[in-house]
């Protein structure tokens, strides 16, 4: 049976796109200019770097990526040896970076064997790493012989989405506004019942809210990730609140949804809805909000300095009379951040340097009062040389929507 979905939820293809392949000559390039033997990265499925590297979906052991100047080596973990060929080698891209798995000594630390990939590889003693690679492959690779010199080669490319990936992103962002109606038509069909909202005959909290979310995102193969975050009142104000409130009429309701979908890319959206409101700060932190949103929007494209989009969504805020880069009211955090295998990546939306075409960043200013709620608005968009471009849409609604 189709569950009520508020006006305004997008269509959902029934697939989800193909597995993104990733372009390793940045990282071969990087090797290169800096008179390196290779780069290596180390970590299991759970290090976002190493998935986005190799595409593979292993399990929870760790295993290298070992890249050269023309080829890549990865280090396949014990019975994973078919899925790793299947993800690693078979589905890469023409980028003149040529692809092999190794399977031997799979009972060997990570470490020990992207070492014997290097003293096969290696024509120098300088290796490239992620800041983030682990102490203990760190050590062996010093022990091997091999001086590191950390790079941020990795996460800069990751910062410039593809197309394949943005096909990703904006399939995941899809499910994510679905996952928004479903809570926007339960909010809407709550009656109030005194300093209780009600729904189907029984109080409506913000964890039962959150069930009926995240059941929609499964529905569409998008699991939630623990990332559903929803407050109400002064719960609201929590910027990660996933507990159980009762949610009471006239309160700011705040839902932050940020699920995974099978690729490893994120979705982010936040809405904020008001059931029997009688406006007060509610209606007034909510026209802020949403003028420093659309402010916001109006200044993202490419070459524009990242912290201009932070600086000009705050000054709508202050304009309104809120706040900002308070500890605990008004605006309490950045206007914006990247978002695709991480939850937050880059660019900051308080950097100072410039957007570039390809970047995907929030745009998600909010005001807070621990006292009384919490008003956020947030969209993910692609930077496109002439502005930006919502990777889904979804309405902009004070007072929730009834189904059409």
Not at 74 to 89: I, M, N, Y
Not at 92 to 119: H, I, S, Y
Not at 127 to 136: F, K, N, R
Not at 340 to 363: F, K, M, Q, Y
């Amino acid at each position: 049976m189709s569950r009520p979905l508020a006006p305004g939820a997008p269509e959902v293809a029934a697939d989800h796109p193909p597995a993104p392949a990733t372009d390793l000559s940045p990282i071969a390039e990087a090797v290169t200019e800096q008179d390196a033997a290779a780069f290596v990265a180390v970590g299991d499925r759970f290090d976002d770097d190493v998935r986005y590297l190799s595409r593979f979906g292993g399990p929870d052991r760790a295993y290298a990526v070992v890249v050269t100047p023309d080829r890549a080596v990865l280090t396949a973990p014990a019975l994973f040896d078919e899925q790793a060929e299947r993800e690693f080698v078979r589905g890469a891209p023409d980028d003149g970076v040529a692809r092999e798995v190794r399977t031997e000594k799979q009972g060997d630390p990570a470490g020990v064997r992207a070492a014997a990939v290097l003293d096969d590889l290696a024509a120098t003693e300088t290796v490239l790493t992620p800041a983030s690679i682990p102490h203990d492959a760190a050590l062996y690779l010093e022990d091997a012989g091999y001086e590191l010199r950390s790079t941020t080669v990795v996460a800069d490319a990751r910062e410039r989405k593809t197309e394949a990936e943005l096909a990703c992103l904006r399939r995941v962002q899809s499910v994510t506004c679905r996952g928004m109606a479903r809570a926007e038509a339960v909010l809407a069909a709550a009656e109030p019942d005194g300093d209780e909202l009600l729904f189907a005959g029984e109080p409506l909290t913000t964890e039962r809210l959150r069930r009926e979310v995240d059941a929609e995102l499964a529905r569409h193969g998008v699991r939630s990730a623990g990332n559903t975050v929803i407050g109400a009142g002064q719960t609201a104000a929590d910027l990660h609140y996933t507990g159980v409130d009762h949610i009471a009429p006239g309160e700011t309701v705040l839902l932050d949804i940020s699920p995974r979908g099978p690729h490893g890319y994120y979705g982010d959206l936040t809405r904020t809805f008001t059931v029997d409101s009688d406006g007060g700060w509610e209606r007034r932190a909510f026209v802020a909000v949403e003028q420093a949103h659309e402010t916001a929007l109006d200044h993202v494209e490419a070459g524009v300095t990242a912290g201009t989009v932070h600086e000009e969504a705050a000054a709508e805020l202050t304009a309104h009379g809120f706040r900002i880069d308070s500890a605990e009211v008004g605006l309490t955090h950045g206007v914006g951040h990247g978002v695709g295998v991480s939850l937050h990546e880059g660019p900051s939306l308080r950097a100072d340097t410039p957007l570039e075409a390809g970047n995907v960043v929030t745009i998600e200013p909010g005001v807070y009062d621990p006292e009384i709620g919490g008003v956020r608005i947030e969209d993910l968009v692609v930077v496109t040389e002439n502005g930006s471009e919502r990777l889904a849409t979804y309405p902009i609604r004070f007072t929730p929507a009834s189904p059409e």
